[in-house]
């Protein structure tokens, strides 16, 4: 079973929307477990007091290094990737999400209030990881990012329906568009839109040649830096 384990100030933010849907009915049918775990239980004098003023000066609190060490040595597992949830951490990727799909789990530190005291970082060798350039409140958010792309790569979770296949990302490409009944729909303004022909001729081929031009175009000019950055433009350069 894969196991998640966020050490967090707020354990009762979770599973949150991670018991619902997929996640929700994977962590019921004991595809992953879930644990959160309360920093403050770490906590070494009686008021319960994690964080303190930072060295130096500046707005906020740090969380202290030694209850945060202490709360890491009691709940990491052997070959268990331990992530801190960071603004300026590696940017999350699905490449990342697969690879950790693919161990025995992930320990998610939470940060809050300025972050934590760099010197954990370093003893732990926490790898820091960013779910993108804007900042939280805290980590959960993004621990719940992580968790839920990683266990819905898990086996058996997505079924051949949600397939991962030709999701955006997997191959370097963002996803093509999306059409449903009816064939012909009026918006809000009364106009009349219609889904591409191609998509209702029934030629298979082609339609497979209309989505990846489709993704090859909307990745262009939405993600140049993907575009740049796909298999396909690599290979060109090591011609
Ligand atoms: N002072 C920090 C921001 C602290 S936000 C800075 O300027 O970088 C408080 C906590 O929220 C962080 O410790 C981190 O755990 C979490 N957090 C905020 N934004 C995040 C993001 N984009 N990705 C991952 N975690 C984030």
């Not at 992530?83 to 990342?96: C, H, I, K, V």
């Not at 025995?104 to 779910?131: K, M």
């Not at 792309?149 to 490409?173: H, K, Y």
């Not at 909307?218 to 830096?225: A, E, F, K, N, V």
Request: aromatic share 6%.
């Amino acid at each position: 079973m894969w196991r998640a384990t966020a050490l967090t100030l707020f354990p009762e933010m979770f599973p949150g929307p991670l018991g619902e849907s997929l996640a929700g009915k994977a962590l019921r049918e004991s595809v992953w477990s879930l644990e959160a775990v309360d920093i403050r239980r770490f906590a070494r004098d009686r008021h319960g007091t994690v964080d303190d003023a930072p060295f130096g000066g500046g707005a906020g609190m740090v969380l202290k290094p030694d209850v945060l060490s202490a709360a890491i040595e009691a709940v990491a597992q052997p070959g268990m990737a331990k992530l801190l949830m960071s603004p300026r951490g590696a940017p999350f990727s699905q490449a990342r999400g697969r690879e950790l799909a693919k161990g025995p789990g992930v320990l998610l530190v939470c940060g809050r209030f300025e972050g934590v005291d760099e010197r954990v970082i370093e003893a732990h060798a926490l790898e820091e990881v960013s779910v993108g350039d804007f900042v939280l409140s805290g980590g959960e958010i993004a621990a719940m990012a992580v968790m839920d792309c990683c266990v819905r790569l898990l086996p058996g979770v997505m079924g051949a329906a949600e397939s991962a296949s030709e999701e955006s990302f997997e191959d370097g490409l963002l996803e093509y568009p999306h059409y449903t009944r009816p064939a012909t729909w009026a918006g809000p303004d009364g106009t009349e839109r219609r889904v591409p022909e191609v998509l209702v001729s029934g030629h298979h081929g082609k339609v497979a040649d209309w989505r990846m031009k489709q993704r090859e175009e909307i990745t262009r000019r939405r993600r140049p830096d993907l575009w740049a950055r796909r298999p396909a433009a690599k290979m060109n350069e090591e011609k």
